[in-house]
């Protein structure tokens, strides 16, 4: 991999920024770039590194952008004799394959509660990979003591510092907090913000209400619509314990880009004033 690329990963990782890396894998007879060559394609399009130019490099980009939609990889197969290749004078006589792949920072967990099922899921998350930070405002839950893996615990007013915070595009934000009124100022600071996983526990009927209080505060319904609500994967969990294993499955599955539109967007469900 070349300085500049390598560079421009980490800064997209230290960004907390999802990269599409885009690898010449196999070539054969003659080819603008050899295997290995390697382009960075940042979500505005922006590349870092080059495949050779031309036409192919111009469609790859295209497909590298849809594989940070989608986080699925794909191989693609390029013809360089072929009639799209000859109208830009790139006629190199060869084929090759290119690997197109999402490379995503370790995810950044959000955890807002600090009570039993925040503290659960707190010990259970960095084990698979979430870089976990905690909010509460009350010292007596958000400890080291209570969250040692942590990689930042804070005590704050709830709504205060997300409003200020500078949360990355891929972060998760799951909202545990001990009452309406912090949930409430919890979703009020973030609504609006493009982040991969927002989540609120509780039932249908608390978040039907939580749902009117935001839509008359402004809030926009689409954007409600993509909360994940009531949250966790029904496995009948009862214990804080079981409700952390639930929540985190359902964050495992987002991230792997396993749940279906309806499994991901349940609010709407829940809540008759988003309801389509």
């Known amino acids: 991999m070349s300085p500049e690329v390598l560079t421009s990963l980490q800064d997209a990782f230290a960004r907390g920024e999802s990269v599409a890396l885009v690898t010449i894998v196999s070539a054969s007879g003659s080819t603008p770039q050899r295997v290995g060559a390697k382009m960075i394609v940042h979500p505005d399009g922006r590349t870092v590194g080059t495949i050779g130019g031309g036409c192919y490099e111009s469609d790859a980009l295209g497909r590298a952008r849809e594989v940070l939609r989608t986080r699925t990889p794909v191989l693609v197969q390029y013809d360089l004799n072929d009639d799209v290749a000859e109208e830009t004078g790139l006629i190199c006589g060869g084929q090759m394959q290119v690997f197109i792949e999402p490379l995503e920072p370790p995810p950044a967990l959000y955890i807002v509660g600090a009570g039993h099922v925040g503290h659960q ?26 969250f040692p893996a942590a990689d930042a615990v804070h005590v704050a007013g709830i709504g205060d ?17 001990r009452g309406h009124r912090h ?19 509780g039932s249908r009927a608390k978040m039907a209400r939580l749902v009117d209080l935001l839509l008359a505060d402004g809030v926009p319904a689409g954007w409600l619509r993509e909360l994940h609500a ?33 499994a991901a967007r349940p609010l709407q469900w829940a809540a008759p004033a988003l309801r389509e």
């Open 121 to 146: 899921l707190g010990r259970l998350a960095p084990a698979v990979g979430f870089r976990v930070h905690v909010l509460d405002d009350r010292e007596k839950f958000a400890n080291r003591e209570r």
């Open 183 to 201: 949930d409430f100022d919890a979703l009020k600071a973030v609504a609006g913000r493009n982040l991969r996983y927002v989540g609120v526990i």
């Open 230 to 262: 009531p949250i966790g994967v029904d496995i009948g969990a009862v214990t804080p314990e079981e409700i952390a294993v639930s929540i985190l499955a359902e964050l495992i599955a987002v991230r792997r880009g396993k749940t279906s539109d309806d």
């Open 161 to 177: 510092w997300l409003a200020g915070a500078d949360l990355p595009p891929s972060a998760y934000l799951v909202i545990v907090t």
